[in-house]
């Protein structure tokens, strides 16, 4: 069963998204925290599968948020959960290394699908925000290292080349493993070899750089 800590400065949330996790069967809470800082340090003692963070909370700005809970999490997801407009911080958010944004007033609704997507290696964002984000991020010349990865597409098998295709064409680990008849960890496996190969640090900035190639 995966392993989930929430953070998140309302404590009616914190239940909330526990009541929901808990009772899908497939995921635990194993702690919810308050601030940032209890949560950076309840990730470094517990390293939950996944850290589910409120994007804005008092002790701490939004992107600041976002880089210490990615930092204390990596190479394991993080998922944002927020108020604010998608369409204005979830790009700066997955460029951050966010693996997710999840806007609060859709969490009931969306909320396992994204803990599962993102658990899976994908990257969850909402049907209204995709295209549009996907299509910033093939753009996108300043990234971190999506523009400017350190290893080539030389590199690559030749299967990892065709799943890096499947990736840049916006599908989904699940998705890829039916079209290349593989079984999804194997999908994990190529993903995971792209990312080392091509000097790339999340799923975001695969996604990223997949698509500047189509």
């Known amino acids: 069963?995966?392993?989930?800590?929430?953070?998140?400065d309302h404590s009616i949330v914190r239940f909330g998204l526990q009541t929901l996790i808990d009772r899908s069967g497939t995921c635990r809470v194993v702690d919810s925290q308050d601030n940032l800082a209890k949560g950076v340090a309840a990730i470094a003692r517990l390293a939950p599968?996944?850290?589910?963070?409120d994007l804005s909370m008092d002790d701490s700005n939004g992107l600041n948020t976002v880089r210490g809970v990615v930092q204390a999490q990596a190479p394991?997801?993080?998922?944002?959960l927020s108020m604010h407009d998608e369409m204005i911080y979830a790009e700066q958010t997955l460029a951050l290394g966010a693996s997710g944004y999840l806007m609060k007033e859709n969490a009931h609704e969306h909320l396992m699908q994204a803990i599962n997507t993102t658990l899976s290696?994908?990257?969850w964002v909402s049907a209204e925000v995709k295209t549009h984000l996907l299509n910033r991020l093939m753009t996108r010349r300043t990234s971190q290292s999506a523009a400017k990865p350190s290893g080539n597409l030389s590199q690559?098998?030749?299967r990892e080349l065709e799943v890096l295709e499947k990736i840049g064409a916006g599908k989904t680990t699940k998705q890829i493993a039916?079209?290349?008849e593989l079984s999804p960890r194997t999908v994990d496996i190529?993903?995971?070899?792209?990312?080392?190969?091509l000097g790339l640090k999340t799923s975001a900035e695969v996604v990223a750089f997949a698509m500047s190639r189509m």
């Open 190 to 197: 190529h993903r995971a070899n792209i990312k080392k190969k």
């Open 1 to 8: 069963m995966k392993t989930i800590i929430i953070i998140d």
């Open 121 to 123: 290696g994908d990257v």
């Open 156 to 158: 690559l098998s030749q």
């Open 49 to 53: 599968d996944l850290v589910i963070c």
């Open 178 to 180: 039916y079209d290349l």
């Open 76 to 80: 394991r997801p993080v998922l944002l």
